[in-house]
Each structure stands twice: as C-alpha cells, then as structure tokens.
C-alpha cells in the first residue's frame, strides 16, 4: 500500500484539494487503509458512514490479506455503487471526476466507492427555447441529469445510451443517444466514427463537438442541431434522430439536422396544427424578411423607381429630403446599430438590457429622424428587418451574415443582383448535407410523406410515417386506424 | 482541384454578371425630377414646347406632396426633355408620369411624332393617360391653380379613371392609342379637357372626346355623344339616362341609372356592302322620377322602357350620323368589327372603307329592362291629399 500511495501522492503533488485519509481498523491493528477523495466533490455522509466507520469498526475476520478486500466489499462497505481497480490511471480518474478511493494495506487492489455528489442547478425551464405549451423542464449542466429527464419520457430497453469520453485534457463525458429500432445504423456509425477522429485537448461545450463534426464547415447554417428541451430531443429520437449529450452542457445536440428544422419549434406540435401551421409559416416569412428586406429596399430606391407605387415613391422621396447619405450607406448604418443594440443587450444584465434597448431604439431612431440623419422608411426597413430575424433564434446568424452579402449585392447591381445571390443561396442549399441527408429535399429525394411536417405542420393523425431519409428502418409512426373518433 | 474549379466558376461569373444585366442604372430618388404629367404645345418656329409638372417632396414636421411647372423648348419631343436638365438640375424621370395632355395643334399635326417618343423611351410607360386640351393650349390646363392639394396630374388622373360612372368621355391610354391607330378599321378617340370655371377661379374637367382619323385629330364629340359613341363600342359601365316622358298627358323627366350593358354588332351584307345593326341591351335602375305618376305599376314601367328604348335609338343614331357626315372617321370601329368577324369580305373593302363608312347604314335596336325603382316604390305626392 505504501507503495501505491505513495505513488498516488506523487500524481497529485501540490494539488490540495485532494485529501488523504488515513484509517486503521479498531479491534485488528494490522488492517490499515487509506481514502483518498476531493474535497467538495463527494457525499460526506456516504463515505463517513457506509465506508470508513465500517472499515474502523468492523470485525470482519481477516484471513489472508488479499482476501480481506473482497470480504469487505461484500460484508462491511455499505453503499450501491463500487468496484475494484488496479491500475493508477483508472484511480487518479476515479478521484478526480469525484469519487472515493479506499486503498487497503497489503492488496494491490483498490476499491473504488461512487459517492460522487457534485453540485448543480436544478432542473428550470429552458430560457433559450421558452413555449407557452408544453413541458417547463431544460437540460442542465449534469450529464446524467439530462440522460434522467430523456429515459424518463421514453421507457424503451430500444433506447439506448451509449458512453465515450473526449478531451485529452478535460475528459468530458459524452453520450450517443438513440432508439435502436428506428435510429438508421449508418448515422450512428458515421457520428461514432466522427467522434472517434476528434482529437482536441478540451470540450467545454457541445458547441465545440457541433463545430468540430458538423458537414460543410464553412456554411452559415446549422447542420447540427440543438436543444435545451428533453421533450423537443425526444421528439427527433422518435423521428431516428442520434442525440449527442455533452457533460457540462445544457445544449443536446441531434443529428441530421436538415433545413425545415431551422423553423421548427417544440410547441408547434402541441398546439392546433392550424395554428401551429400559421406560426410556422409566419417564421418562414420573418426568415425571408430578415433576409431580403433592406436588400431589396435599396434596390428599389436606387435602380428600380419604377417598380414602386407613385404616392409610395413620393412619400419615400419626401423622407429622403435633406438626408445626407445614400439610401445604401444609411441601411449599412442603422443595420450595424441594431446589431450594436442587440449585441449591447443580450451581454447586460437584464435591467440596463432594457435601459440599452429605451435609449437604442427610441432615443437613438427617433433622434436620428428628426436629426435629418436617417431617413424614417429606413427606421421601418430596419426595425422590421431585425425583429423578423430574432423570431428564428436558430438561423439568426446565418440571415445576419448573408443580409450584408444581399444589401452589397443590391447596392451595386439592384434587385438583379439580390436574385443572383437568391439563386447562389439556394443552390449552396441544395448541395449542403447533414450526417448523408440532403439538407433541403430535392426533386429527386422528395416525398409526399416527408413534406407534411415542413413548411406546414399536418396533423399528427395524419403523419402516420417517420421522414422516408432518415428513418427508413422502421417507417411507420402510428397504426393504420390510429386517429379515434372518425 | 474542387478549389480551382470553383475560381474558374467565379471568374466566369462575374464578367457575365457585370455585363449581361441589362439597363438599370444607380441613380437616388434625391436627384430625379419625378415628372408627373406633361402638356405638350407647338411652340415657335416648328418647335414643341412642353410643360412639365414635376412632383416635389417636401419635408418638415409635416411630410407634404407638392409641384412645380417647368417649361422647356426643343426641336423633338426629347430634345425639349433634356432641356428640362438644364432648368431644375435634376434628371426628368418618367416612369412615374401618368398624364400627357396635348393641344388641338399638335393633335392635328404631330401626334404621331409625341407617339413614337411615348412608344419608344424606355423610362414612358403605356399606361399613360392621353388628353387633347379642348380650345386652349394644352399648358394652361396643367398650370391651373389645382383645386385640391394633391398634384394636378394625379388629380386629373383620378378624374379619367373615375369617368365610368359617367360616361361622358372614355380614358385612353397610350396602349389603347397605338392599338386603335394601328388596328384596321377604327379610329383612335382622347378624351377632351378643359377649365371649367368655377366661383373660386378654373379648375379642370374631362367632357366630350376628340376624335382622329388615322392620325389627325379631326374634332370634338360633346359629353352626350360621347355617351352615344360608347354604347356603341359597348364602354358602357355606368352613367345616366335623362329623358322626357310621356305619361298619361303628364309630362314627367326620368333618370335611369345604367347598371349594365351589352352591345353586338352584327353585319348584313346587301351586293356586297355591308351593313351594320347594333343591339344594345341595358339595364336600368329607376333614379329619378320627376312628376307625381302614383304608383309604379307594370304600365308605368312599360312606358318608361319604351320611351327609353325610342330615347336611345333615336341619340345614337343621331351621333352615328354626325360621325358619319362631319368626321367621316370610323370611331365607333365598324370596320373593325367587319375585319374580326370577317376577315376576307373585309380585305376586298378595305382600301374604300374610308368611302364606304359616311354612307354605312346602321340600324340601332336597343333594349331597355327596368332592373327596379330604387328604395321607393311609389313617389312622393305634394299636398297629404
């Protein structure tokens, strides 16, 4: 023991946080041990109790000592969770993710106690995706927390957990996440393969692994999802979606992430499908809007006077007295101050968040008005323009990237350059998969079954099938009577 | 390799891109001269005149629509136009302009010269409303102190558009124009405007129609036969019927409103020349009934039919004859008709048609259903006797 503790002290020189425990049983001197645990990390009751009361007091004959071990851990050691470990590595590690080590004198052996009890938030509601229906509960910060609240929604031995650590240095453990009888074979194999080849000394985040993996690196868009929602994760497990869970995160990650899903939300499948329909296209349109408004505005103002309505032409013409820049330049500006706001207000705390957005969007517009600095149809192209893009929290980056590219585009070639780069859009679109799915549904890959839950949300009597690309396995969703009632 | 190919793309692209796109160009709303209607003149020395009215923003507190008169000479239509550059600094700008009016002169002479310009800009549109300024130069209308506070263009504009209601004159557009100047067998119509003076001074109105013969403007019909003209080219959607009637040795004025109507032409050939019999079916609301007949009953409303039906013949072959013996210009577009139904009879008459038209028979059958009398049905009788 003296040995192996002493090469233990060595792994964890200078790291005080990392307690020795030395014991010695009451009635048989020679039983001698040690506990080696970090502070802060463990459940003292569990290990003060079940483990080294037990190991003082009790009288456990001692036969060889190699033996005395195993009889401890069957006879004496009260707790759920052990198990014996001989190699260094194997103990370091169980120490530092937060567990105990006990080391008996005279075995080459350890046992390792799980009386890991870290602190954490508890379970809220999610704020990044908040719904008005539907569950409160959000993925934490806890891996296994988050495993809890998705096992907990689907009771299925077909759902499946698989574990791996990544990070050279910080070791996060991950987890694969799908149900075995609908989740395509080939998805799992190539997200395994792709975790496999990742090589990087940390994972903070699943923002790093969605990053390090994801098809089409240098695409504005997302070809892997997330989530904070375990009800909204459950719902793609049952579509064949893989899950990724990153320890440390509350954000789930899902693959293949196609293109309907940027304007999908989790409510949009508990609510009235007419309802829920409207909304959808609703954010369809805001994503359209967001993209094209300023762009097509200065095309407009600026090479086609023609195509605008004359008291419309005029009323515009009557705001762009006296104002100093050109159309192009004053869209430049206010969208760069809007993004400025948006920026400011999301890094304050709340309270001066709302003060930043009074004196932003008020006392910034309406001075620059009146101030014959802006013109005011600018004030309405960009307020409407930067509302539109934060109702799809998910495409927003790409729309702010690309809105620069249209509004560049239309101020050097009009409205024909806008459908220029509509055009280059869509054919990226088009090209860009996710984990061997087509992004966007093609001539060739579209279905009459897989658009029912794209544009518009059908009924769910009526998406009786699973999405043809991605579950192709086992299709079929609900029985061929299933709706009651008709 | 995937790299390469794709800078070869984009070197492709761009040279197609910058050179392939057509004629549009950069210009701001600040720098044009939104031109708002023109009134074109024969200025001295063969020259054209125009005047232009050009639509002015102003802002302030209170964001307003205003404009200004601009005049210009040239030796063509465009040349006088960007004369205009020189006068307000801003370039003219014409997709926006929606009236053009023009005078009995150029009417006359040059109004296949202020078409081939409207026809050929890029900028003009065809949907341009054409007016011939009746017995005055076509600029004094535009420079009339505009009654209400819009642009005078505009506000005559609304007033062609909404003419329907009354058919006293029909709004002709530079398409409608072209396609009649170059249609076989009609002759192209302008509605006319004048001032009109009121108590507070003039202000513009659309009455009556000039009528041309190919080209040239050969004169005036007044608001009545215009109405007339119009039953006949079936461009009735609305207007009034105002005539005397008989009634039970009482003599009581009737106005019909029009609901609907529909007109046929129909062409009978006698030894070859053809001649046209026009029927037109209508439908009337009762308007307006003068005089105390009583009830209306089924007699009553028999007679106001009749008397309508003898009414209408009787006005419209009388325009029919005015045209016919004045103007000797086929405005109503029987040729046409004879060309669309029958298109080989009408090849062999073709090159007489401006013969055979003054001597045209035509024979008028109207039709008149009294659709009801309105929210009354009685009238009201003076006296609570």
């Given amino acids: 023991m003296e040995e192996n503790l002493a090469a233990l002290r060595s792994v964890f020189e200078s790291d005080d946080m990392i307690r020795f425990r030395m014991l010695e049983n009451k009635s048989q001197r020679a039983i001698q041990g040690c506990v080696i645990y970090a502070e802060g990390m463990i459940d003292h009751q569990i290990l003060d109790e079940y483990v080294i009361e037990q190991v003082i007091s009790s009288d456990v004959p001692r036969y060889t000592r190699s033996d005395y071990l195993e009889e401890l851990q069957k006879k004496a050691l009260i707790a759920s969770n052990l198990c014996l470990a001989q190699k260094l590595e194997k103990i370091t590690d169980a120490v530092l993710?937060?567990?105990?080590?006990?080391?008996?004198?005279?075995?080459?052996?350890?046992?390792?106690?799980?009386?890991?009890?870290?602190?954490?938030?508890?379970?809220?509601?999610?704020?990044?995706?908040?719904?008005?229906?539907?569950?409160?509960d959000g993925f934490t910060e806890q891996l296994l927390v988050n495993l809890s609240l998705i096992r907990r929604r689907v009771t299925s031995a077909d759902l499946k957990f698989q574990y791996r650590y990544i990070g050279r240095v910080t070791k996060t453990k991950v987890c694969i996440c799908y149900l075995k009888n609908i989740a395509s074979d080939q998805i799992v194999k190539e997200l395994e393969h792709r975790l496999n080849e990742l090589d990087i000394d940390g994972i903070v985040d699943s923002g790093y692994i969605q990053e390090m993996i994801k098809d089409s690196p240098f695409s504005p868009f997302d070809t892997i999802g997330y989530s904070e929602r375990p009800d909204s994760i459950v719902g793609k497990l049952l579509e064949g979606r893989v899950a990724l869970v990153v320890d440390g995160s509350p954000f789930v990650l899902t693959v293949p992430f196609v293109f309907p899903e940027l304007f999908q939300t989790p409510e949009d499948y508990y609510n009235n499908f007419i309802f829920a329909s409207f909304n959808r296209l609703l954010r369809i349109f805001g994503a359209v809007l967001a993209l094209f408004v300023p762009a097509i505005y200065v095309s407009l103002t600026n090479f086609h006077q023609e195509l605008l309505p004359t008291p419309l032409l005029l009323s515009i013409a009557a705001g762009r007295y006296d104002v100093p820049f050109p159309t192009v330049i004053e869209a430049f500006l206010m969208l760069i101050v809007f993004e400025i706001l948006r920026e400011a207000g999301a890094r304050m705390p709340t309270a001066i968040g709302q003060t930043v957005s009074i004196v932003g969007a008020l006392v910034l517009g309406e001075a620059a008005v009146d101030a014959k600095f802006i013109a005011p149809s600018m004030?309405?192209?960009?307020?409407?323009?930067?509302?539109?893009?934060?109702?799809?929290?998910?495409?927003?980056?790409?729309?702010?990237?690309?809105?620069?590219?249209?509004?560049?585009?239309?101020?050097?070639?009009?409205?024909?350059?806008?459908?220029?780069?509509?055009?280059?859009?869509?054919?990226?679109?088009?090209?860009?998969?996710?984990?061997?799915?087509?992004?966007?549904?093609t001539e060739g890959?579209?279905?009459?079954?897989?658009?029912?839950?794209?544009?518009?949300?059908?009924?769910?009597?009526?998406?009786?099938?699973?999405?043809?690309?991605?579950?192709?396995k086992n299709r079929t969703r609900m029985g061929r009577h299933a709706k009651k009632g008709t | 390799m995937a790299c390469k190919r794709k800078i070869i793309a984009l070197l492709l692209i761009v040279p197609l891109l910058t050179s392939l796109c057509g004629c549009w160009n950069y210009r701001l709303l600040e720098d044009m001269g939104i031109v708002a209607g023109i009134a074109i003149d024969k200025g001295t020395d063969d020259t054209f005149e125009l005047t232009?009215?050009?639509?002015?923003?102003?802002?302030?507190?209170?964001?307003?629509?205003?404009?200004?008169?601009?005049?210009?000479?040239?030796?063509?239509?465009?040349?006088?136009?960007?004369?205009?550059?020189?006068?307000?600094?801003?370039?003219?700008?014409?997709?926006?302009?929606?009236?053009?009016?023009?005078?009995?002169?150029?009417?006359?002479?040059?109004?296949?010269?202020?078409m081939d310009w409207m026809?050929?800009?890029?900028?003009?549109?065809?949907?341009?409303?054409?007016?011939?300024?009746?017995?005055?130069?076509?600029?004094?209308?535009l420079m009339v102190e505009n009654p209400s506070d819009n642009i005078l263009s505009f506000t005559l504009e609304s007033m062609i558009e909404n003419e329907t209601n009354l058919s006293k004159s029909r709004k002709t557009q530079t398409w409608r124009f072209a396609?009649?100047?170059?249609?076989?067998?009609?002759?192209?119509?302008?509605?006319?405007?004048?001032?009109?003076?009121?108590?507070?001074?003039?202000?513009?109105?659309?009455?009556?129609?000039?009528?041309?013969?190919?080209?040239?403007?050969?004169?005036?019909?007044?608001?009545?036969?215009?109405?007339?003209?119009?039953?006949?080219?079936?461009?009735?959607?609305?207007?009034?019927?105002?005539?005397?009637?008989?009634?039970?040795?009482?003599?009581?004025?009737?106005?019909?409103?029009?609901?609907?109507?529909q007109t046929k032409l129909e062409t009978v050939w006698a030894d070859s020349v053809p001649e046209i019999n026009i029927t037109i079916k209508t439908v009337v609301a009762l308007d307006e009934l003068q005089g105390t007949p009583g009830e209306i009953d089924g007699k009553l409303i028999a007679a106001l039919e009749q008397a309508a039906e003898v009414y209408l013949k009787q006005?419209?072959?009388?325009?029919?004859?005015?045209?016919?013996?004045?103007?000797?210009?086929?405005?109503?577009?029987?040729?046409?008709?004879?060309?669309?139904?029958?298109?080989?009879?009408?090849?062999?008459?073709?090159?007489?048609?401006?013969?055979?038209?003054?001597k045209l028979k035509v024979t008028v059958s109207p039709k008149v259903a009294l659709k009801n009398s309105a929210t009354h049905e009685g009238t009201i009788s003076g006296g609570g006797s």
């Avoid at chain 2, 026809?119 to 209308?141: C, H, Q, Y």
């Avoid at chain 2, 009735?236 to 003599?251: A, M, R, S, V, W």
């Fill in chain 1, 379 to 441: 004030i309405i192209i960009v307020a409407l323009t930067g509302i539109s893009a934060l109702m799809n929290a998910k495409v927003q980056g790409a729309i702010l990237v690309l809105r620069f590219v249209f509004l560049i585009l239309a101020a050097f070639m009009g409205i024909y350059g806008v459908i220029f780069g509509a055009l280059c859009l869509v054919t990226h679109l088009m090209s860009i998969r996710s984990f061997g799915v087509p992004y966007m549904l």
């Fill in chain 2, 315 to 358: 006005q419209i072959e009388a325009t029919i004859r005015l045209v016919q013996n004045r103007y000797a210009c086929d405005t109503f577009g029987f040729g046409n008709h004879i060309y669309r139904t029958e298109p080989r009879k009408w090849k062999k008459i073709e090159a007489d048609w401006d013969t055979i038209f003054p």
């Fill in chain 1, 97 to 136: 993710v937060g567990n105990a080590v006990l080391l008996l004198d005279g075995s080459p052996k350890a046992i390792i106690i799980h009386c890991k009890n870290l602190k954490s938030r508890a379970v809220e509601e999610a704020s990044s995706e908040q719904a008005v229906r539907g569950p409160r």
């Fill in chain 2, 179 to 261: 396609n009649d100047l170059v249609s076989p067998g009609i002759s192209p119509q302008i509605p006319a405007v004048m001032l009109w003076d009121d108590s507070e001074g003039q202000t513009p109105m659309t009455e009556g129609t000039a009528l041309f013969h190919n080209s040239a403007f050969v004169g005036f019909l007044d608001g009545a036969d215009t109405k007339n003209l119009l039953f006949v080219q079936d461009n009735i959607d609305g207007g009034l019927l105002t005539f005397p009637l008989n009634y039970q040795g009482e003599k009581i004025s009737v106005s019909l409103e029009i609901f609907e109507n």
């Fill in chain 2, 52 to 114: 232009m009215e050009i639509a002015e923003a102003k802002s302030g507190k209170e964001r307003m629509v205003d404009s200004h008169i601009i005049h210009s000479f040239g030796n063509t239509i465009f040349d006088a136009v960007r004369d205009g550059i020189s006068i307000i600094g801003k370039k003219l700008y014409f997709s926006h302009t929606q009236v053009v009016i023009v005078s009995e002169e150029i009417a006359r002479n040059e109004m296949i010269d202020v």
């Fill in chain 1, 445 to 472: 890959s579209i279905r009459y079954e897989d658009i029912k839950d794209t544009l518009i949300r059908a009924p769910w009597w009526y998406m009786r099938l699973r999405p043809q690309l991605i579950a192709s």
């Fill in chain 2, 119 to 141: 026809n050929r800009d890029s900028e003009t549109r065809t949907d341009i409303e054409l007016f011939v300024a009746k017995g005055m130069p076509a600029k004094d209308i």
